[in-house]
């Protein structure tokens, strides 16, 4: 079965130190793996994906196909980072049906 | 541009009433979704349209319904509302059905069932 696991809840950090938020998945095919972000009173959206090979923001998650893992990180957490991060699995191909993980509090402490 | 749109924002039904949460789009997109989302749980695929005139089940579609009015709205309704069916509704949307395709969200419904 498809899933995603985020295995903190709550992940408090202070400014300046780094950030990594874990993500698990379990699929048997070619995933395609994302990381959502809702900040404080604004919508879900998208951070990063990992066809991109992009950092956003500052961030950046490698695809570790051997540990089926798609970790979320940035060298240096700032204030405004403070958000609930989402990742999430997509099957690939013809089909856009998202399996999201149970998310991430992620608190920057001054 | 507005994005995606849900109306309403907040609603409070008793148990057996029913209701539609309505959904618009201004992004020309094809394929729009609609999600639940429950403390400890993450967001589950209710239901999907791929494109106007098609709907599909997701993940927990049991007890709702959908409707695909037209290329901008999509419609889910509670036929008979439940309090296993108080949680936050998100309508998404994107361009289409291929998995890269960036969703993105409406601001979400609180929908309380007493």
């Known amino acids: 079965a498809q899933r995603v696991t985020q295995p903190e809840k709550l992940l408090s950090v202070f400014k300046g130190a780094p950030v990594e938020l874990k993500c698990n998945y379990s699929?048997?095919?070619?995933?395609?793996l994302f990381w959502y972000v809702q900040y404080s009173r604004q919508r879900l959206q998208l951070l990063l994906r990992h066809i991109s090979r992009e950092s956003i923001k500052g961030f950046t998650a490698d695809l570790n196909k051997g540990e089926t893992s798609f970790h979320l990180k940035k060298p240096f957490a700032q204030e405004e980072d403070s958000a609930m991060y989402y990742c999430?699995?997509?099957?690939?191909?013809?089909?856009?049906?998202?399996?999201f993980g149970t998310g991430t509090l992620l608190a920057v402490q001054p | 541009n507005a994005g995606v749109t849900q109306t309403p924002k907040f609603q409070v039904l008793k148990t057996g009433q029913s209701m539609t949460l309505q959904c618009a789009q201004d992004m020309n997109h094809n394929s729009m979704y609609w999600y639940r989302q429950d403390p400890g749980m993450g967001l589950r695929l209710i239901y999907y349209?791929?494109?106007?005139?098609?709907?599909d089940k997701g993940e927990v579609p049991n007890g709702y319904n959908v409707s695909r009015l037209n290329k901008r709205e999509f419609s889910l309704r509670l036929e008979s509302a439940a309090p296993s069916q108080t949680s936050v509704y998100f309508c998404?949307?994107?361009?289409?059905?291929?998995?890269?395709?960036?969703?993105?969200f409406g601001p979400g419904t609180r929908l309380t069932v007493l």
């Open positions: 349209s791929a494109s106007e005139g098609t709907t």
């Open positions: 998404a949307s994107s361009e289409g059905l291929v998995s890269s395709n960036e969703q993105f």
């Open positions: 999430a699995l997509g099957k690939g191909g013809a089909t856009n049906k998202l399996i």
């Open positions: 699929y048997s095919g070619s995933p395609e």
